[in-house]
């Protein structure tokens, strides 16, 4: 006969040890799992640590290397005086990060680094070696007389070494030393801009060419006294202007709006390519984004007929008129003006003056071979002035302009760079 107490314990008993095994296995996965995932874990520790040390030790070369370089060419607070044709690129401003859309900027960083003016590492940190650019000018205009100031190694040779890793349409013409605080934007006291365009751009509305042939357009020629009334009505420019009609994101009342032009003028037509051209020259304190384009357009509306000539005045005060802007193409930064810093500084016997004499042959020879053949050859082939006069008429010079063409002209404004001058 069974004992029940005895059979109960000897269930208990194997149900116990089922129970352990199965714990025991369990535990033993639960610690292979976790030796498995320390060892990843360790593995990456490590790999990371190996990472850290090789950034670490290529940060120290790097660092060495650039010691010994400050101790050969110690780092000096220069300007350079820059010439560019502006077809291809977007502007002036480099856009980190955004290569897509190719700047002056960017190439001209990537030539200093490779001509070993300034570190590898501060290529996307111009703030490194204090860069600033004069003017940012915008998307296809071209400049002969830019200037950047930035503090780099003065190499020996620096212009033609900086220049032989530059495209042909982007020069140094020149390099001279500055004080440590100078910035070539703070301390500029002006900036000239020229405007070469056909002489077609002041025929009479009455002549229009936008379905003729091109040979058609190269035989006009401007009557002899269309240019005196044209300088007439630059000059009305002339002085301090509340601009807020000439440039986008303005309020009649924001003092930024008011601009000082100290001159404006069109010079005698010359032949070019058996076309008739003239250049705009002007010359302000600074310019807001579009402001001599638009400045160009009106008196074009102007002398064409489409506008009367109290337009002008009306766009200072605090109506929105309704302003057109002429094409890119022709617009060019001619030269920066240092007038206080050279009264301040020139005569110290350390620093030098910031004129460019010398350098005037080299920046003629740039503009011949690079700046007004590809205004000539694009404006000759692609019409561009002509294009843009056959959408004048839709523009509305008698009432202040709509929200519509408000709308529209913001969105073209906006399709531009983000630059915020000319």
């Known amino acids: 006969m069974l004992h029940v107490p005895t059979l109960l314990r000897t269930f208990l008993t194997r149900r116990t040890l089922e129970r352990n095994g199965g714990f025991l296995k369990l535990f033993s996965t ?42 050969k060419y110690p780092k000096k607070k220069v300007v350079l005086l820059l010439a560019y044709s502006g077809k291809g690129y977007y502007g002036m401003q480099r856009n980190c990060g955004n290569s897509q859309f190719r700047t002056i900027e960017d190439d001209l960083v990537s030539a200093l680094v490779k001509a070993g003016c300034i ?14 650019r004069c003017a940012r000018t915008d998307k296809g205009v071209s400049a002969a007389g830019q200037i950047v100031s930035l503090k ?12 032989e890793n530059l495209p042909p ?14 910035n070539s934007k703070n301390n500029c006291d002006a900036r000239t801009y020229s405007y070469m365009l056909p002489t077609v751009a002041f025929a009479p509305k009455q002549q229009t060419w936008q379905d003729s042939k091109l ?25 301090t202007h509340n601009f807020h009609n000439f440039t986008s994101q303005k309020a009649p009342n ?22 008739e051209f003239a250049v705009i020259t002007v010359r ?14 009106l008196v074009i509306a102007v ?33 920066v003006h240092f007038t206080r810093y050279n009264e301040r500084f020139g005569k110290d016997g350390v620093h030098e003056r910031l004129e460019w004499d010398v350098e005037k042959e080299a920046i003629k020879a740039f503009k011949e071979a690079h700046i007004h053949p590809t205004i000539v050859e694009t404006e000759c082939q692609e019409g561009s002035m002509v294009s843009w006069m056959s959408n004048l008429p839709i523009h509305d010079f008698e009432a202040t302009a709509t929200g519509t063409r408000d709308s529209k002209d913001q969105k073209q404004d906006n399709a531009g760079e983000g630059n915020d001058s000319d």
Not at 42 to 63: G, I, Q, V
Not at 222 to 234: D, G, H, K, Q, S
């Open 30 to 71: 639960m610690s292979e799992g976790d030796t498995e995932r320390r060892g990843k874990q360790l593995k990456r520790a490590t790999e990371e640590n190996e990472d850290s040390a090789e950034r670490a030790a290529k940060t120290a070369r790097a660092e060495e290397k650039n010691t010994e370089k400050d101790k």
């Open 119 to 132: 570190p590898e590492g501060h290529g996307d940190d111009m703030k490194k070696m204090s860069f600033q």
């Open 152 to 163: 780099l190694w003065l190499i020996e040779d620096i212009v033609e070494k900086i220049n």
């Open 169 to 182: 349409q982007i020069r140094v013409i020149g390099c001279k030393r500055v004080t440590q605080g100078f």
């Open 215 to 239: 040979g058609d357009i190269a035989a006009f020629r401007l009557e002899p006294e269309t240019i005196p009334r044209v300088n007439r009505l630059f000059a009305l420019y002339k002085g």
């Open 254 to 275: 924001d003092p930024s709006a008011r601009r000082y032009i100290s001159e404006m003028s069109c010079g005698e037509p010359f032949m070019c390519n058996n076309y």
């Open 284 to 297: 302000g304190q600074s310019f807001m984004l579009h402001q001599i384009r638009k400045m160009i357009g």
């Open 303 to 335: 002398i064409k007929g489409y506008a009367k000539e109290e337009v002008m005045e009306r766009s200072w005060g605090q109506q929105k008129v309704d302003v057109p802007k002429a094409p890119g193409l022709g617009l060019v930064l001619e030269m």
